[in-house]
């Protein structure tokens, strides 16, 4: 079955930078169009980042282009999410899921990022 689970979310200041992993397994990893997802206190889960499997092209939410990048690694079935100048708006459970398709109802547990002073 699938499997997701996210890391690097950590506490960090306005302005800081993290880099997020999704390790995945249960599927075809090289093929599939791959995302991250948020969600804050209190808000419904939002869509952040994109990747296609096909030909990595990429997509990002306004909120976070031009500081966030997505990218994925075939060899290690992992999605990453580079995110820069970081604001405490991006204080989230980042989560990872497919991308372009109907998510797949087994999300992993996410993982916390709290951007503050």
């Known amino acids: 079955q699938v499997q997701l689970v996210e890391s690097g979310g950590a506490l960090v200041q306005p302005g800081g930078s993290l880099r997020l992993s999704c390790v995945t397994s249960g599927f075809t990893f090289g093929s599939e169009h791959m995302a991250w997802f948020r969600q804050a206190p209190g808000k419904g889960r939002e869509w952040v980042a994109g990747?296609?499997?096909?030909?990595?092209?990429?997509y990002y939410s306004n909120s976070v282009k031009g500081r966030f990048s997505i990218s994925k690694d075939n060899t290690r079935n992992t999605v990453y999410l580079q995110m820069n100048n970081l604001k405490p708006d991006d204080t989230a459970v980042y989560y990872c899921n497919r991308f372009l398709l109907r998510p797949w109802e087994a999300w992993g547990q996410g993982t916390q990022v709290t951007v503050s002073s």
């Open positions: 990747i296609k499997g096909t030909d990595n092209s990429t």
